[in-house]
């Protein structure tokens, strides 16, 4: 098949590094001489046809840009087989010969969907959650750890100042992914992450009590979202021993700002990988990365993988903690 179109789309949480990809999607559809059109508002912009030209001018200056020039949803309506229908009649009314996904795991069961339609669509993974179990790396998730990270070590300041205990929520969805990364970096007292059984006397009291024993003054308790609520956290701590812990809750403050460089790259190898893939005539596949090396697979298998948390991340922990 001879491409001339292609269309690129953002969906599910906005991630840093999304427009870095998009980007790139335009500029190597351009360098092969084929088309492309922006689809606004994710899946939902497929079944309302709301889309726009993309050319060099419209994607200048946005390598840098966090959130999402194309904004971005999460798409009920493409969920069901009537949705799909009109993303399909959309994507011949414009002459799409393929469509980029960029997204999280969601995006990739919309774009499974899509390619059982006939439509060619390649996944590419943006999520800060970095809970895509196909790829150790997923756009975004750079750009919100060190955000975290920044925030956690100016709240480290004042915690050291006042001899507190400080209680973290980082983002993640169900994923600890983000809070045991930021964990590690800002030197922890306890990580709290969902896919462990969470001893609350063992893993958060206790580690406060060995941390006070060797003469430190104040704590910093990251808790993943997915793992329980800060604000609980801190009432219970509150109950154990004599601490009267503050309560930060990072939120969406972690979704956005500047694209680090790490994300920016890894966005635009994405983004040129996924068009050739395009131009190969392939479909229903997912970019994936380990370490520097990028392959694609079957958005089935992609979406079939377990992950959980690396026995050695966990053992590092253990060994950084409670000391
Ligand atoms: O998936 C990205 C994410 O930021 C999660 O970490 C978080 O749980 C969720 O999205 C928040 O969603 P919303 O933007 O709808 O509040």
């Known amino acids: ?5 292609i269309g690129v789309l953002t969906s599910g949480g906005d991630a840093p ?3 870095a990809c998009v980007r790139s999607v335009v500029r190597t559809a351009i360098h092969h001489g084929v088309e492309c059109y922006g689809i606004r508002r994710g899946w939902n912009g497929l079944i309302t046809g709301d889309v726009i030209r993309l050319d060099e001018k419209n994607i200048a200056h946005i390598i840098n840009r966090g959130g999402t020039i194309l904004y971005t949803a999460r798409s009920k309506e493409f969920m069901t087989e009537e949705g799909q229908k009109k993303a399909v009649s959309t994507c011949k009314f414009l002459g799409l010969d393929g469509i980029v996904a960029i997204g999280g795991d969601g995006t990739f069961r919309g774009a499974q969907a899509l390619s059982r339609h006939g439509v060619n669509v390649i996944g590419i993974p943006a999520t800060i959650d970095n809970d895509i179990s196909c790829t ?5 998730f750079d750009t919100a750890a060190n955000t975290a990270i920044e925030c956690i070590d100016k709240l480290r ?3 050291q100042s006042h001899e507190r205990c400080s209680v973290v929520e980082v983002m993640g969805r169900n994923a600890g992914y983000l809070a045991m990364y930021v964990g590690l970096a800002v030197g922890a007292t306890a990580v709290l992450v969902p896919e462990d059984h969470i001893d609350f006397d063992l893993d958060v009291i206790e580690k406060i009590r060995q941390a006070r024993f060797n003469g430190f003054t104040h704590y910093m308790i990251v808790v993943a979202e997915g793992a329980g609520s800060a604000a609980e956290i801190a009432k219970k701590i509150k109950h154990a021993i004599d601490l009267d812990p503050r309560v930060t809750v990072l939120g969406h403050i972690q979704r956005g700002g500047s694209p680090t460089g790490r994300d920016r790259v890894n966005a635009t190898k994405m983004g040129y990988l996924a068009v050739e ?5 392939k479909t229903n596949r997912v970019i994936c990365t380990n370490e520097g090396s ?8 992609a979406l079939s993988m377990q992950r959980g948390i690396q026995k050695m991340e966990k053992d590092v922990l253990c060994a950084m903690t409670g000391i």
């Open 17 to 19: 590094g999304m427009n």
């Open 277 to 281: 893939l395009l131009l190969q005539g």
């Open 157 to 159: 300041d004042t915690m």
């Open 136 to 140: 150790n790396y997923s756009l975004g």
């Open 294 to 301: 990028f392959i694609d697979m079957e958005i089935e298998r």
């Open 1 to 5: 098949m001879h491409v001339k179109r």
